[in-house]
């Protein structure tokens, strides 16, 4: 997770100068705690459901997410 976090930041240095950085890193930073939080809750409670396959498939439901946001934000761009 270390190395997503390090790229997440460089984009954001990037992207963002001056006062808009401190604010992008410290909601950036917020947010990946708490995904760090949820996750691992999110993967338990599918596993409690279903059982051993319910990590996969809450990893797939993720991944199936930030795509779905990564078409609708690249569509919104166009």
Same mark, same amino acid.
């Given at each position: 997770?270390?190395?997503?976090?390090?790229?997440?930041?460089?984009?954001?240095g990037?992207r963002?100068?001056?006062?808009?950085?401190v604010? &992008?890193?410290?909601?950036? %930073?917020v /947010?990946f705690? !708490? #995904?760090?939080?949820?996750?691992?809750?999110?993967?338990?409670t @599918?596993?409690?459901?279903?059982?051993? &396959?319910?990590?996969?498939v %809450?990893? /797939?439901?993720? !991944? #199936?997410?930030?795509?779905?946001?990564?078409?609708?934000?690249? @569509?919104?761009?166009?």
């Open positions: 997770m270390g190395g997503i976090f390090t790229v997440g930041i460089t984009l954001l990037q963002f100068r001056g006062v808009e950085l604010s &992008a890193n410290a909601v950036f %930073s /947010l705690g !708490v #995904g760090g939080l949820l996750g691992p809750f999110i993967a338990g @599918a596993m409690t459901a279903i059982g051993p &396959a319910g990590f996969p %809450s990893l /797939l439901a993720a !991944v #199936g997410l930030y795509a779905l946001f990564a078409v609708y934000r690249r @569509a919104a761009h166009d």
